[in-house]
């Protein structure tokens, strides 16, 4: 993994991402999205995981030229609110990229002056309940059907990069 580089990602990653997204397992783009891509995403959605601005910013992990990761903080709701989200490509899974790149983006939503991130995944994604039992223990967990809501309140102290 030492050879992982992160990266704010912008509009010039659009055909990079668009092939990682594209080149996903059908298990991996529904524990992303709680759907399937068809064969991968509309322009409009590779578009909106790529904000820039106050509104919010993506990252990615490359590896020797290879897109293997993208992850992004966005507000909604309350304005010092914002939610995270992640995709690690099927290869690269288990390595430690996902949560590197999740302390990374809990990092650069602090520093943009949000007090608490959301994490929202499939009850069933056992990657992110783990991410989130070791980074923020003291997370807020809602269950709602097949969805788990996890609330996490800063200082980025409250998210831990201890493992």
């Avoid at 055909?15 to 068809?38: D, H, I, N």
């Avoid at 897109?67 to 390595?95: C, F, M, S």
Wanted: hydrophobic share 45%; net charge positive.
């Amino acid at each position: 993994m030492s050879s992982v580089a992160y990266r704010r990602g912008t509009v010039r990653d659009r055909a990079a991402l668009q092939a990682l997204l594209s080149a996903l397992s059908p298990e991996s783009a529904y524990a992303r999205f709680q759907t399937a891509l068809g064969g991968g995403p509309p322009p409009a959605v590779v578009d909106a995981l790529l904000p820039e601005g106050p509104r919010g910013e993506a990252l990615l992990a490359w590896d020797d030229g290879d897109l293997v990761a993208h992850g992004l903080w966005v507000r909604w709701g309350p304005p010092r609110v914002a939610e995270i989200a992640l995709v690690v490509t099927d290869g690269y899974q288990r390595r430690g990229i996902g949560t590197q790149l999740a302390d990374r983006l809990v990092a650069a939503a602090a520093a943009r002056g949000v007090e608490r991130i959301e994490v929202v995944s499939g009850s069933g994604n056992r990657a992110v309940a783990r991410m989130v039992a070791r980074r923020a223990p003291a997370a807020g967990r809602d269950r709602d059907g097949l969805t788990v809501s996890y609330s996490v309140d800063l200082p980025a102290r409250r998210w831990s990069r201890a493992a």
